[in-house]
Each structure stands twice: as C-alpha cells, then as structure tokens.
C-alpha cells in the first residue's frame, strides 16, 4: 500500500493491504491532525520504505518525547519511527484507498473533546495504554 502528503512530494510504502488502526483523543493528537482525533497504526520499521521526499520531512519533539514530523511543503503529518523501537508510526489519513483499514482501538478517550462522540466498536482506553499491549493489538504490522 503506498501513502503520500497533501503536496504528493513525500511518498511511502508499506508491504500489506490489511492494517489496524486507532484513534487517539488526546489534546497532542487533536492539535497536530487539526481536528477530534489522530488516526493511525504502528508497523514494523522493515515492512515501511519511503519512495521519495525525506528532504520534506522536518520534526519537531517536545521534552515527554512525543515526535511530530511533516512535509515542510504542506504542513501534513508523515511517519515517523517510533522512539527507538523498530516500528514506523503512519498516520492513516495518507493511506490510498484500496485497502482494508480497520480502527479497533481509541485511546486517551477521557481526555477527548468535550463535543465529540466515539464509536462503540473497538477497545477504549481512557490513558494510552502500555506500548508493548498496544503493538499487540495492532498486530504490530499488517494483516495481509
């Protein structure tokens, strides 16, 4: 399945169609997607391969070590390795269509907005929850 930015300058691969997602609702999460939450999945660093753009991609970290990188072009939210695990955090949003996309998990979902609803279907999390049980639920890479 491959993925791109807004502008289309940074693109990505990833070996499999099938992923699961989740949902964070965290105040971080909803500043950096602009909007109730962040869609994404977590897959193993050796299945994700970037195509183009890495000169696009600047970061920026705050001191808890949450990491937000984007396209200095368009400002979209792109992957980013996962502290220093060997998994890629991919936002879901650049995912071209095509493929099986699941979300089962929603997480930090005490802190979310006090105007948004949730669906029903899928784990909840009121925190996020430990990471090791969280890889595991997202089968820590694909499915297919």
């Known amino acids: 399945m491959r993925g ?3 502008c289309g300058e940074v693109e990505f691969e990833i070996d499999g169609s099938c ?5 964070c609702y965290c105040s971080l999460c909803r ?6 939450s962040n869609a994404a999945t977590i897959i193993s660093a050796e299945k994700f ?7 696009f991609i600047s970061s920026w970290s705050k001191d808890t070590g949450f990491r937000s990188d984007f396209c200095s072009r368009c400002g979209s939210p792109v992957p980013n390795p996962l502290r220093n695990l060997p998994y ?3 936002p879901a949003g650049l995912l071209e ?6 979300i089962v998990a929603h997480l930090c979902v005490a802190s979310r907005a006090p105007w ?5 279907e899928g784990l909840h999390y009121d ?3 430990a990471l090791a049980e969280f890889i595991a639920t997202l089968g820590g890479e694909s499915r297919g």
């Open 88 to 90: 890629v955090w991919v």
């Open 127 to 129: 925190t996020a929850p």
């Open 31 to 36: 500043r950096q997607s602009g909007s109730s």
């Open 97 to 102: 269509n095509g493929g099986e996309l699941e």
């Open 49 to 55: 391969r970037w195509l183009s753009g890495g000169e």
């Open 116 to 120: 948004d609803s949730i669906s029903l």
């Open 4 to 6: 791109h930015c807004l």
């Open 19 to 23: 992923f699961k997602l989740y949902q």
